[in-house]
């Protein structure tokens, strides 16, 4: 099946050596995987099934073996509380836990599986689990639900884990949404290189090495301080909101949409959707008015 499966959506999207090692795994030994959604608006589930190469299928059953996941499950019921339990309960064997969304701390009924908090899936978790990968800005650092106000107590998973001084292996992946990259390509790291070398707050350097400002196409205008005053002007994006210079990501090489465009490409200021401020506070908003008229 693996190799029908990788002949029908090729790995063009890894080099030749990467692309070659993926092609000779032992369905034995890749990863499996729980995903796990806490309060989250399913954008970067949504994110992760855009991906061009390899594809998603290929990701989930060639390089992982997803066991759970919310949307994309078709089994329900005691059927899956029963599996979700003998791995966390440690009785079914290694596992990794993908965490996409914040969080509520403050609210624990907000998220439930079955009869029981996420918070508990959660705790069991840190025990049991080879490592966790939290998906997206909301999992990574609180995102939106931890907005100025949070009203469900929303905390990410580093800083959950923080609080109960509690220590498991961590990869953060930021973004809202994720790119599929960012993910598909660290879990492959992982299958077939083990865990990539990752950056201050947790995330894969080669992904979140450099800030977008640092690689924008448009730094020669900041320089220059050539900066438009409205949305669609040319120039840099600085002065109506662009928060590039926050931002660690590799969007201007990258692009999204299987390498169509990406913000400020299209004209629109980063909004520093992989920064931790992303979203925290009312001082950071999207857009800003120049203040020249
Ligand atoms: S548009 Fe944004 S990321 Fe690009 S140079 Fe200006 S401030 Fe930096
Ligand atoms: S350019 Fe900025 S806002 Fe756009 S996806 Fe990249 S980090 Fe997020």
Known sequence: ???????????????GPVGAALKQLDPKHIPRLIYLQGLSC?????SLLQAESPSPLTMITDYSQLLFHGDLSAASGP????????????????YFLALEGAIPEGMPEACMLGEH??????????RTMTGAVAIGSCATYGGIPAAEG?????????????????????????????????????????????IPKLN???????????KVHDSCPRYHYFQEEILARHLGEEGCLFKVGCLGPEALADCPSRWWNGGQTWCVNANAPCVGCTAPIFA?????????HSGTG
């Not at 399913?42 to 949504?46: I, K, L, N, R, T």
């Not at 908090?117 to 840190?126: G, H, N, P, S």
């Not at 707050?201 to 090495?209: L, N």
């Not at 925290?280 to 800003?288: A, C, G, I, T, V």
């Open 200 to 210: 201050k707050y947790g995330s894969p350097e080669i992904f979140f090495g450099r």
């Open 280 to 288: 925290r506070s009312k001082n950071f908003p999207f857009y800003r």
């Open 150 to 194: 949070n009203l469900t107590g929303a905390v990410s998973l580093p800083e959950f884990y923080r609080k109960r001084q509690l220590e498991p292996l961590m990869i953060t992946i930021p973004g809202c949404s994720v790119h599929p990259d960012w993910v598909w390509h660290t879990i492959s790291h992982i299958v077939r290189v083990g």
């Open 1 to 15: 099946m693996a190799a029908s499966l990788s002949a029908a959506f090729g790995l063009s999207g890894f080099s």
């Open 79 to 94: 059927r899956v509380m029963e599996l979700l339990d003998s791995y966390v309960d440690g009785r079914a064997g290694e």
């Open 42 to 46: 399913s954008g970067c589930s949504v």
């Open 117 to 126: 908090t996420l918070i508990r899936y959660l705790e069991k978790a840190a």
